[in-house]
């Protein structure tokens, strides 16, 4: 089974600033990806990045980094530069690679970027 | 047009009835799920389907039906819908052969059950 905990209900940062938003993940697969979505206040859910177990980079995509510590089971997500409209509901999830391969998603962080 | 779509957007049905929420895509892929959304929580998955032979209960699926009608049509079915029922439902897509085999959103269908 698959388990993703976010442990941040909600975060305020100001504008241009760094943020780190936490993700914590319990798996049995041996290999298995890790996503984060990002939520606007519209509802729609908008791919940010992945992350593969046996990657040896860090995954980045833009402002977006990827903090994967694998040992410590942590993929913590990275906005550089933070901008107002980063404001949003911030997903993790991973996927198995065996069995269903389903995604699993944490309960989210809301991140508030103020001016 | 969106690449996943979702119809309706938005609905506010009784106790009771009978509705269908349906998703269709144009992305190819031959993976599609539903998922429900809470205020304020996580996504649960309701169903998926790896192909249209193949229909799979996810976590939360008492209470719900699916049809796979073809590869690009994938519909759910709450038979009686209750007012806990009361949620935000995606569509998501998937393909087999990428690496990374990430989801890719319909805009949501938000259901009131009064």
């Known amino acids: 089974a698959q388990k993703i905990t976010q442990t941040q209900p909600g975060m305020f940062v100001q504008e241009k600033e760094a943020v780190t938003l936490d993700c914590t993940y319990d798996t049995s697969d041996p290999s298995y990806g890790l996503f984060w979505y990002k939520q606007p206040s519209s509802g729609e859910m908008i791919f940010l990045i992945y992350?593969?177990?046996?990657?040896?980079q860090n995954a980045t995509e833009g402002r977006y980094s990827l903090n994967f510590q694998k040992a410590r089971k942590s993929a913590n997500l990275v906005i550089s530069a933070s901008q107002l409209g980063d404001s949003a509901m911030y997903f993790c999830?991973?996927?198995?690679?065996?069995?269903?391969?389903?995604?699993?998603f944490g309960q989210g962080t809301r991140l508030t970027i103020n001016p | 047009d969106a690449d996943v779509t979702q119809t309706p957007r938005n609905r506010i049905t009784k106790t009771g009835k009978r509705i269908m929420l349906e998703c269709s895509q144009t992305k190819g892929h031959d993976r599609m799920y539903w998922y429900r959304q809470d205020p304020g929580l996580g996504l649960q998955l309701i169903y998926y389907s790896f192909d249209v032979k193949d229909i799979n209960k996810g976590e939360i699926s008492d209470g719900y039906s699916v049809s796979r009608q073809a590869q690009a049509k994938f519909s759910l079915s709450l038979e009686s819908a209750i007012p806990n029922q009361t949620a935000l439902y995606f569509c998501a897509t998937s393909d087999t052969r990428t690496v990374t085999g990430e989801l890719f959103f319909g805009e949501g269908s938000r259901l009131t059950v009064l």
């Open positions: 992350q593969g177990s046996y990657d040896q």
């Open positions: 999830a991973t996927q198995g690679t065996q069995g269903a391969q389903k995604l699993v």
